[in-house]
Structures are given as structure tokens and as C-alpha cells.
């Protein structure tokens, strides 16, 4: 995986050395989606898996071709050899049938570039991974680490964590799927057996919850005793486990509240009191810049970019921040994301106007936008994943919105977009 990183990462940082002429400028839209768009470097799943496949199992996968030399997929030569040890490892890990076959061939051919978390889970339990490579595929699909604050994702972290002390034994992990099902089921009857009554969750509570779990991994115990102590402790813990990271959203606050009072400084306008139209207008605020031709009025609504751009894969204009998003994350029932952080980061990064463009602008906004990150448990920012290098372009730009403006325009279908805002104008009236 070091070996695609390294690939995917001089390759864009030779093409910012190159954005102030030449053939591969970035006002180049067309330029600019196909380098986007490559699947070579915009491919990370199929690397992943090969990568970890073959360190895992170099035996079966002897002569196979290496893993950074991969052109954004298995050969065609190769992949009968990986469907064949990945089936071996469902015999093996109880999993036969979670999967289609087709699923797994687009997961290696390319094909499909991305998993649902509860995919990148499930996959990793059928491929007896480690908690190193589970991370690995989560980053590889754009999706943070653990959430440790889900009772279903710390009994996964303990179960990954376990597959690596069963490894050096060269034996089956007794923690699996079935394992980590069962147990849920069970803390979930005794929880609601209990009916425990609300409990504020615990600031910082993230980290102790990991803590907890590594200290029950490095305790001497049989593998029976590990779970009775983690089926014993998430039922004490259930109760004030549910949820996301209050840092996240507190995070993701500041951000907002700061880009909502600079609406209003460059705009001149009153901020509404009503948090749902205050939600509409900031919205309407961000997207002018960027889609002015395509945003009348204050709604917020806009155009749903998935829609109206269909010549633009999925992950680049994944859940954009319109005003149903902020009320959802404003109202805790969804988490935030790496991609929310990085969108209202670029948003103030133009506004705060630091006169920085090109390398020199891309190397200063990720050094505070990762720490950022780091500080409220996200990854960092992961130049394989398409939509991170799309907001680090447009930073270089040194307009963003206008970067992003014309990226959207150029995968836009007008009659679309056309029909779109009619629909909005309709539900105004």
C-alpha cells in the first residue's frame, strides 16, 4: 500500500509543480477530470486488497503481479489465483455467501472503487484481517477509523486486534463474524432487559473506551475469559456508548459559526435567528460562490450535485453540504465526516484570503486541516482518495470556489439541472 501511496502522492504533488502552464494546467477542466478520474491513481480498493493479500499470503499468490505495479486492477491473468484464495479464506472464516462473486471481481478489477462502511467490516472479517489492515481498507474507501463510542465497532476493534495475536500463531481468530454478532445480540437483550435510564456521555470518553479494550488484549487470559470480560463490560458500558464524537460535532460547529458571521460580514445582511433559515442562508452563501448560474435565492437547496453532474463519478460530489446536511449534523443524526471538515476548511481558507496559491498553499492548508483531523479522531487527509486531491486542487487554485465551480459546470448535464431548479421554484411558490 506504502508503494500506491508514494505513486499517487509524487504524482500530484509533480503536477501542482507543474499548474502555472503547460498542458496540464488546472484551468483545464477537462484536464482536471481526467486526472480525477484516472484508476490508476484513483483506485486505491483494488490496490489495498492485493497489497494485503499478498503479504498475507505469499505462498498462494507466488508470481502474481506486484502489488505497486498494479495499473488501477488485477490482471486478468492474476485474478482467478485471488478469487481462489479469497474463497479459501471465506471457507475459513464462516463468511461463504456473504459476498457475490461478482462483488469480489469488481472489488479487484476496479471496477467497484469503493465499499460502504459496513462493507469494509464485513469484507475484513471474511479476509481474516488485523486491525493495521482493516484501517487500511477503511481509508482506502474515504471512512474513518474505529468509532469506538458503537458498541458494534468496539466489538469489531477487539476482534481485528485478536486476528493479529492469532496470526503469529498460524491460527482461526475464535473471535469472528459469528462471535461479534452473537455477542451484539446478547448485549443488546440485556441493555433493554435493564432499562437503564439516559446518561450524559462522558466528554473524552473516545479514547478511554480504547484504552479499556487494550488493556483487556494485553491481560493474560483464554480466549474464553477475553470474552466473557468484553460481553460483561460493553453491558456496563452500553448505556453511554451510543452516538458520535461530541468533538466532531463541536469541531464541525466552530467551522460553521465561524463561515456563518463572515456571510454576513462580506454579505451585509443579518443573520436570521431561526436556526432552520440561518441553515438555508449559509448554505445559499457557500454555493453562490461556487454554482452562482445555478443557486437563486436563499434556499440553501440549490442543485443536487449527484443529479446534475452525471459525467462525475459519485465520490466527487459525495454528500454535499446543503442545507437538509447541516440540519441532519446540527441535530446530532449523523456523523460528521473528513469530507464536511475539508469542505468548510477550503470554504474559510479562501475567505481568510492568505495570498498563498500552488504548493506552497496546498503545503499550508493540510498542515492545519491534519491537525485538525488528528485532534477529533479523523484520518488525515489521503491523496489516493479522489475527493481529498479534488479540495487540495482547488486550494492551489487560490480560488477554490471557483475551482469547484467550474469542475462541477464541466460534468454538469443542463437539461438536468435545468429541470432541477424548476422543481425548486415550484416548491418556493
Known amino acids: 500500500m506504502w508503494e500506491y501511496t508514494r505513486l499517487v502522492s509524487s504524482t500530484f504533488w509533480e503536477k501542482l509543480d507543474n ?30 486488497i492485493a497489497r494485503i493479500l499478498q503479504r498475507k ?35 475459513r472464516t464462516g463468511t461463504t455467501g456473504m459476498f457475490r462473486n461478482s462483488q469480489i471481481t469488481g472489488y479487484l478489477d ?16 471474511a479476509l481474516a484481517l488485523g486491525e493495521d489492515d482493516t484501517l487500511e481498507l477503511l481509508q482506502a474507501c474515504g471512512q474513518p477509523g474505529f468509532n469506538y463510542r458503537i458498541p458494534q465497532e468496539l466489538v469489531y476493534f477487539f476482534c481485528f486486534c485478536n486476528q493479529d495475536l492469532y496470526d503469529e500463531a498460524d491460527e482461526p481468530n475464535p473471535f469472528g463474524w459469528e462471535f461479534a454478532q452473537r455477542l451484539l445480540d446478547e448485549v443488546d437483550k440485556a441493555v433493554a432487559d435493564a432499562s437503564p435510564e439516559g446518561t450524559q456521555v462522558v466528554p473524552g470518553q473516545t479514547a478511554l473506551l480504547e484504552d479499556d479494550i487494550l488493556q483487556m488484549l494485553d491481560a493474560p487470559a483464554t480466549s474464553e475469559q477475553r470474552a466473557q470480560t468484553l460481553r460483561d463490560y460493553l453491558i456496563r458500558q452500553a448505556p453511554v456508548m451510543t452516538g458520535y464524537s461530541q468533538t466532531a460535532y463541536a469541531c464541525f460547529d466552530d467551522l460553521l459559526d465561524q463561515i456563518t458571521e463572515l456571510c454576513a460580514q462580506k454579505s451585509g445582511e443579518q443573520v436570521p435567528e431561526k436556526e432552520s433559515v440561518r441553515l438555508a442562508w449559509v448554505s445559499g452563501q457557500m454555493y453562490r460562490n461556487i454554482w452562482p448560474q445555478y443557486g437563486e435565492g436563499s434556499t440553501g437547496d440549490f442543485v443536487p450535485l449527484q443529479k446534475a453532474t452525471p459525467g462525475l463519478p459519485d465520490n466527487l460530489t ?24 475539508l469542505f468548510l476548511n477550503m470554504i474559510l481558507w479562501e475567505w481568510w484570503d492568505t495570498g498563498l496559491d500552488g504548493k506552497e498553499a496546498v503545503e499550508s492548508f493540510m498542515f492545519e486541516v491534519n491537525d485538525m483531523l488528528y485532534r477529533i479522531g479523523m484520518s488525515g487527509i489521503y491523496l489516493p482518495n479522489s475527493y481529498d486531491r479534488l479540495i487540495l486542487l482547488a486550494v492551489a487554485s487560490g480560488c477554490p470556489t471557483a475551482f469547484l465551480g467550474d469542475f462541477y459546470e464541466a460534468g454538469a448535464d443542463e437539461s438536468i439541472v435545468t429541470e432541477l431548479i424548476e422543481k425548486n421554484r415550484s416548491r418556493e411558490r
Open 19 to 48: 499548474s502555472s502552464g503547460g498542458p496540464e494546467n488546472w484551468a483545464d477542466t477537462e484536464e482536471m477530470i481526467r486526472y480525477l478520474t484516472n484508476p490508476r491513481l484513483s483506485a486505491p480498493l483494488a490496490f489495498v
Open 57 to 91: 499470503h505469499p505462498q498462494q499468490l507466488a508470481d502474481v503481479q506486484p502489488a505497486e505495479q498494479l495499473e488501477g486492477r488485477v490482471t486478468e491473468r492474476d485474478l482467478p489465483r485471488y478469487l481462489e484464495l479469497i474463497h479459501d479464506l471465506f471457507e
Open 110 to 125: 476496479g471496477s467497484i472503487k469503493s465499499l460502504r462502511r459496513d462493507n469494509c467490516f464485513r469484507l475484513a472479517f
Open 318 to 341: 459525495v454528500d454535499p453540504l446543503w442545507r437538509a446536511r447541516l440540519r441532519k449534523l446540527r441535530t446530532r443524526k449523523i456523523p460528521v465526516t473528513k469530507h464536511d471538515i
